[in-house]
């Protein structure tokens, strides 16, 4: 737990860099519930964090 509450503080930071609010609030979210040990929302909000690295990288890819 302690490792994704830190990747997701780090990963909030870089977001927050690029101005993607929907990110921001999944970080946040994903590094309070991994520092509050919550097993099941880590997964959900995991699940969405993949979702949304998903769209961010097809936004990208359209920029080529």
Do not use: P, W
Not at 11 to 36: F, H, M, P, Y
């Amino acid at each position: 737990f302690t490792a994704t509450a830190l990747n997701a503080h780090k990963l909030k930071g870089a977001a927050g860099v690029i101005e993607c609010e929907r990110l921001v609030k999944n970080c946040t979210e994903l590094e309070t519930a991994a520092s509050d040990r919550k097993g099941a929302v880590v997964q959900q909000l995991f699940t969405e964090l993949k979702y949304l690295m998903s769209q961010i990288s097809e936004q990208v890819e359209q920029l080529k």
